[in-house]
């Protein structure tokens, strides 16, 4: 006989709930008899009935609302739907819809998931930690809010995207729930309209800056290898002043990466490779001109320059392949208000405004929008690539979708159809003169899911540049004949697991043949992955 109250705190754990599936046995032994309504449902069902309500619900925001409650819930049935539905779910979950999720986080607020460490627990960070129930953490993803997707510094309402993330984790490349922990930390906010909403969630004060907002970071990052040895730390959403230079204060030193810098250059990497099957060139052959020069873009001129390198360029020469354009024009040398990571690709020419005007300066095969700014690639760019290029390469990568440079339909409708397009929010199928095209978006649920499986699977001590040029290409590989054949650069996301895997797999192949893990590698390296996948199936109590 189970004692008094088991029942209950079975239906309100996510790990450990089956809801209305819950065998006839098994209420009788765990004390839920009466708890739950006589019929016993299948998980087929259950998925079923869930997916039936949220295809009813009128707006985006109500659906992530919705999804969100199951996750609370019932984890299993939760990663079931995201797993058998990515091309529904992920764009709920996450982008775009995250996006409008964090601006309303706190008068959406229903229940805490990860942990808020703010300025206030300074000195007590590891206590702290400590709260958490698991202890076999793999992957933490932290951000501090101040620059989220394209929106800005959304403080505490930013822990939207650290859930999001380690959602895909699991969703897509089987990374065990109990072994994700997503954290805020919490250095307040510059967002006065965030300060004076009585629903905010967060500190109410200015963000932390200069020494006092290193320490934090420090005492944090410390703390996880006190309390998490070994753990993954995934930087997420911090802005451009701290994103570069807390990678290279911290990449050498533990166990991180930055989504938003090697992730997002990854990731543009292997859509670059796809596009060079089409057009039947190299990647030495390409000149690429980003809109933008923060992360994303500073990332992908990084990740392409690696990759021109491992094929044999010179540095120098590698980097030159690589342009940006910011607010204030084209990025040259004889510009003084460069920071250190644009200098890099401040090369030697006229300064241009205008980013037509760049356009036709330079002649890119490539541009790849990463600016957060809608409607940049006008009528007028994407008709000088047509012109320069057979086949011109457009990825509009920003984020949300209003925050798109273009939309697939307008990159089509003007290129007369040449156009290779990649997104970074969803668009659908277009049919331009016949020919119905089928875009995908360029995001990083691609990349980062099989790279932290592979980190963890691996017990990879560092994250290295190499890993991610290694992802990139497994993607590309993974991109079949009929994909490129409908304008697709990437593989459908109902392969996401499958992707995640073989991406993982090249991952752990760079761990083990650069000795980064004191593990001994497996007979095959894949299979090794796939069996320590999680698998959202309920577990048998009785």
């Not at 607010?327 to 890099?344: C, F, I, K, T, Y």
Request: with cysteine.
């Amino acid at each position: 006989m189970a004692n008094g109250g088991q029942g209950i705190a079975l239906l309100r754990d996510p790990l450990l709930n089956k809801g209305t599936a819950f065998t006839r046995r098994e209420r009788e032994a765990l004390g839920l008899r009466g708890l739950l309504p006589p019929h016993v449902h299948t998980q087929d069902e259950q998925a079923q009935r869930f997916l039936a309500h949220l295809r009813g619900l009128p707006s985006e925001l109500e659906k992530y609302i919705d999804l969100n409650a199951l996750h609370d819930r019932n984890e299993a049935l939760f990663f079931r739907v995201v797993g058998e539905h990515p091309d529904e779910i992920l764009p709920l979950i996450y982008t775009p819809t995250v996006g409008l999720a964090c601006q309303q986080f706190g008068h959406i607020f229903q229940r805490p998931r990860g942990l808020f460490i703010g300025a206030d627990n300074r000195g007590r960070i590891a206590s702290v930690l400590r709260n958490w129930p698991e202890r076999d953490i793999g992957i933490i993803v932290l951000t501090d809010g101040e620059r989220i997707l394209g929106l800005g510094d959304l403080g505490a309402n930013g822990m939207g995207i650290p859930v999001g993330k380690l959602s895909i984790y699991t969703g897509c490349a089987g990374v065990h729930p109990k072994r994700c922990l997503p954290v805020m930390l919490d250095a307040g906010t510059d967002n006065e309209a965030l300060r004076a909403d009585p629903f905010y969630v967060g500190l109410k004060r200015k963000r932390l800056r200069g020494r006092a907002y290193d320490e934090l970071v420090d005492e944090f990052v410390a703390a996880v290898q006190k309390v998490f040895p070994g753990a993954l730390i995934q930087f997420e959403d911090f802005a451009n002043r701290n994103a570069f230079r807390l990678l290279e204060r911290y990449r050498d030193r533990v166990c991180t990466f930055n989504d938003d810098i090697q992730g997002t250059g990854a990731m543009a990497l292997a859509g670059l490779y796809s596009a060079l099957r089409i057009t039947r060139s190299t990647l030495p052959e390409q000149r690429i001109l980003c809109l933008g020069a923060g992360e994303a873009a500073t990332g992908i001129c990084n990740m392409v320059a690696s990759a021109l390198v491992d094929e044999g360029l010179p540095q120098d020469e590698a980097r030159r392949r690589c342009w940006l354009y910011d607010v204030r024009g084209l990025v040259v040398a004889s510009r003084s208000d460069l920071g250190e990571e644009q200098r890099a690709y401040a090369h030697q020419h006229a300064h241009l405004k205008g980013f037509a005007a760049a356009v036709n300066a330079l002649r890119p095969t490539a541009i790849i929008g990463a600016a957060g700014v809608g409607g940049t690639f006008t009528k007028a760019v994407i008709g000088s690539m047509a012109r320069i290029n057979r086949r011109p390469i457009v990825f509009a990568l920003s984020n949300p979708t209003s925050k798109s440079e273009c939309t697939a339909a307008q990159a089509y409708a003007w290129s007369a159809g040449r156009a290779l397009f990649a997104c970074g929010s969803p668009f659908d199928a277009v049919t331009f003169k016949g020919k119905t095209y089928v875009p995908r978006q360029s995001n990083n649920s691609y990349i980062f899911p099989g790279v932290g499986l592979g980190v963890i699977t691996s017990g990879a001590r560092r994250v290295t540049d190499e890993m991610f040029l290694a992802a990139a290409r497994a993607l590309a590989r993974q991109t079949a004949k009929a994909d490129l054949a409908q304008g697709s650069l990437y593989p459908p996301l109902a392969r996401i697991r499958d992707v995640s895997a073989h991406i993982a797999a090249a991952v752990a192949d760079v761990a083990y043949r650069r000795r980064l893990t004191p593990g001994r590698r497996p007979p095959s390296l894949l299979a090794h992955i796939r069996a320590q996948m999680y698998e959202p199936r309920y577990p048998r109590y009785a």
